[in-house]
């Protein structure tokens, strides 16, 4: 099975802090998401990736930005934390987003708190 | 823009009913759709993908169905048990690697 691991289930940060989610997939997928999951605005997407080094923006790009070096690794920088930035963090994958019965798989999600 | 919308937004149902979810989307020229439960605090969990070319899928008590022309999916689940409760999201895949997701179904099913 496809496995997405996120480092950290809870965060704590304060607001002016940059703050970095990590994602590490095992099976070698080209593509790569990072959404946010608010009560009332379901799943937005932020960023997202189909190879190393490159990365499009999503639906809410704004105050964030992305890595991916490593093609197992996507990471999620938030440049510097506002309140609003508090939310539940998923990352995603799926293999290469061309045949069209590709499954998208996602970590257990990272709970971020900006104070 | 794709929208997607799932009706009801919540549902609960006794042990043991047959139920029904619903997703509608409003672009009908779509690539798949995907069924996904999402249990408190955790990741999503993709259940059943439908493609385009399909009209449904089954998986043990789940079985969705996929309407492109109307632009609907059902989530039929039989038998439902208390470990059924979580919140049931559809999303459906347009263009590209981007999916459009639906704010979900938040199912509770009674002992």
């Known amino acids: 099975d496809v496995k997405v691991t996120q480092s950290s289930r809870y965060l704590v940060k304060r607001t002016g802090e940059k703050v970095f989610l990590e994602c590490v997939q095992d099976?070698?997928?080209?593509?790569m998401f990072w959404y946010r999951q608010d009560p009332g605005l379901g799943l937005r997407l932020i960023y997202f990736?189909?190879?190393?080094?490159?990365?499009e923006k999503g639906d809410i790009p704004e105050g964030y930005s992305v890595s991916r070096e490593k093609k197992e690794r996507f990471s999620l920088i938030l440049e510097s934390a506002s309140t609003n930035q508090t939310s539940m963090y998923l990352c995603?994958?799926?293999?290469?987003?061309?045949?069209?019965?590709?499954?998208?798989?996602f970590g257990s999600g990272t709970q971020l708190s900006v104070l | 823009k794709q929208e997607v919308t799932q009706i009801p937004a919540a549902l609960s149902v006794p042990e043991g009913e047959n139920l029904v979810l619903n997703c509608s989307f409003t672009d009908s020229a779509i690539y798949n759709l995907q069924w996904f439960r999402q249990d408190p605090g955790k990741g999503l969990t993709s259940l059943l993908l439908?493609?385009?070319?399909?009209r449904e899928q089954t998986s043990g008590r789940l079985n969705a169905s996929l309407d492109k022309s109307s632009g609907r999916s059902t989530l039929y689940i039989a038998a439902s048990q208390p470990g059924d409760s979580a919140t049931y999201l559809c999303a459906v895949k347009t263009s590209g690697s981007r999916l459009t997701f639906g704010e979900g179904t938040q199912l509770t099913v009674n002992p």
């Open positions: 995603a994958s799926s293999l290469s987003g061309i045949a069209t019965n590709e499954k998208l798989f």
């Open positions: 099976m070698d997928h080209e593509n």
């Open positions: 439908i493609q385009s070319s399909q």
């Open positions: 990736s189909y190879d190393v080094k490159m990365k």
